[in-house]
């Protein structure tokens, strides 16, 4: 079955303390993107890549970080989260025709 | 700027009727539509798209209709069901050497019984 997975669902953490949301697809895109998703602004790309080793800027990248080393994985990562980033993110990867998402990542920073 | 919006928040429809989705759009060089439907709790769900060299497009149930010359996108859903009720949103994909995507802000669509 053709999906786009995330790790973990739900996180509370605390300001300052360094997380990693992992993402995996199986579905060889070479595409793949960050969201994030809040009360009436819709979703908004944080990072995106075109291939390995290839990372761009989205639309609201400050404060986070994104590692592509091999096609299948695209971690974002919050070297140290703020209350601000707490939010709804999802991953998603682009193939012909269709862009898949995750089921998303609910994200409380205290 | 760039901005993908939609003209109305809400939309309520008998079950069985029609429903139109509007979204209006400000850049003229995006080249690729996509309407997305979310439900509670998941994850955007793509349900058809469209390339700025076509005027429509239809899918099972659903018709994409782009108009570049007033920059509007619209999404029909013939013989609206209660399982289509969800938020949709329309996307504009931006190619800019990589594939910058803008989402508007949603279209909650209940659909009555």
């Known amino acids: 079955e053709a999906q786009v997975t995330q790790n973990p669902r739900y996180l509370i953490t605390v300001t300052g303390k360094k997380l990693t949301v992992t993402c995996s697809q199986n579905m060889n895109h070479e595409y793949m993107s960050w969201y994030r998703q809040d009360p009436g602004l819709g979703l908004r790309q944080i990072y995106y890549s075109m291939n390995v080793e290839v990372t761009d800027k989205g639309d609201v990248p400050e404060g986070y970080k994104v590692s592509r080393k091999e096609k299948r994985n695209f971690p974002l990562i919050l070297e140290s989260p703020s209350p601000n980033q707490t939010s709804l993110y999802f991953c998603?990867?682009?193939?012909?025709?269709?862009?898949?998402f995750g089921p998303g990542t609910r994200l409380l920073v205290l | 700027g760039e901005n993908v919006g939609l003209h109305l928040p809400t939309l309520s429809v008998q079950e069985g009727d029609n429903s139109i989705i509007n979204c209006a759009y400000s850049?003229?060089?995006?080249?690729?539509f996509i309407w997305y439907k979310q439900e509670s709790g998941k994850g955007p769900q793509f349900i058809i798209d469209?390339?700025?060299?076509?005027d429509k497009r239809q899918g099972q149930r659903v018709t994409v209709l782009l108009n570049k010359t007033v920059k509007h996108l619209s999404l029909q859903i013939a013989a609206t069901q209660p399982g289509d009720s969800a938020v949709y949103f329309c996307a504009e994909t931006v190619d800019t050497g990589g594939f910058k995507t803008i989402f508007g802000a949603g279209t909650r669509l209940f659909v009555k019984a």
């Open positions: 850049n003229s060089a995006s080249d690729y």
């Open positions: 469209i390339r700025s060299n076509m």
């Open positions: 998603a990867s682009r193939g012909p025709g269709a862009q898949y």
